[in-house]
């Protein structure tokens, strides 16, 4: 067995470690993902209607939901499991010792947040069309698409959290990169409205945003629930997230060699 196919098998059985501890309370896990964003819908779609916001405003807040519960799996379920560790008893130096490159070590990490991601809220968009019912219109919904962007945007949120973990200095560290700056990228993105809005409200700032990669986690997920109407083109959001995750992950495994001293 080669170097090459030994690396894979042990990065292989590491992933799936991780996923067998999520799979010991997974049902709980899956319904505390449900609460936040149905309560996001039921507000948005029966009450906020009434104070002039759109008809179909429930479906958009279901769309954002599904980003925002996504980017929260990956970094306070994940990242912030590992900050904790890095500031403790550092189990993440056995996984070091193991036959296989460092990188790869890191890089399980960001996948396994990213497999959290997408198992832990799979229900979303299905518990969104049970509450919405015929407010949710799936004509314009893209299978292909959806899948493409909803595997991609967990990939980035994952390698997200990956390079937050890798330079913050423990839980108040990361704690208070996310009040001063994190939550700042994530509502600033569109968690409330679409790029367009933004882009009429304030022109100038809009176009500055388009630099927040979670601009076209939002943008691209709506194109694929709720069509390409008045959203940034599918195929750009889906280029931009994935040069964003190559950006992370190569700033997050630099930050981590150096800081725990790995080849």
Request: hydrophobic fraction near 55%; charge should be positive; aromatic fraction near 18%.
């Amino acid at each position: 067995m080669t170097m090459t196919s030994t690396s894979l098998k042990i990065f292989g059985w590491l992933i799936w470690r991780n996923m067998r501890v999520l799979k010991t309370d997974f049902v709980n896990h899956v319904i505390d993902a449900m609460v936040v964003p149905a309560t996001f819908i039921i507000i948005a779609a029966y009450i906020l209607p009434y104070i002039g916001l759109p008809a179909n405003y429930g479906s958009f807040m279901l769309v954002s939901s599904m980003v925002l519960m996504a980017y929260s799996t990956a970094n306070w379920r994940g990242a912030s499991q590992l900050i904790v560790d890095l500031a403790g008893d550092k189990a993440v130096s056995y996984e070091l010792t193991l036959p296989l490159p460092s990188w790869m070590v890191f890089v399980k990490f960001a996948c396994t947040y990213a497999l959290d991601a997408i198992f832990i809220n799979i229900l979303t968009l299905p518990l969104g069309k049970l509450l919405l019912q015929n407010k949710f219109d799936l004509t314009l919904f893209s299978a292909p698409k959806f899948i493409l962007i909803y595997i991609s945007m967990s990939l980035l949120f994952g390698f997200y959290a990956l390079w937050t973990a890798s330079w913050v200095e423990g839980m108040q560290g990361f704690t208070r990169f996310f009040l001063r700056y994190g939550s700042q990228l994530l509502f600033f993105s569109g968690f409330q409205y679409s790029w367009a809005t933004l882009n009429m409200a304030l022109p100038i700032f809009s176009y500055v945003n388009l630099l927040n990669p979670f601009v076209y986690a939002f943008e691209g997920m709506r194109a694929a629930v709720m069509g390409q109407a008045e959203t940034l083109p599918f195929w750009i959001s889906f280029v931009v997230i994935w040069v964003y995750i190559v950006i992370f992950g190569l700033l997050a495994i630099k930050n981590f060699k150096k800081r725990l001293d790995c080849l």
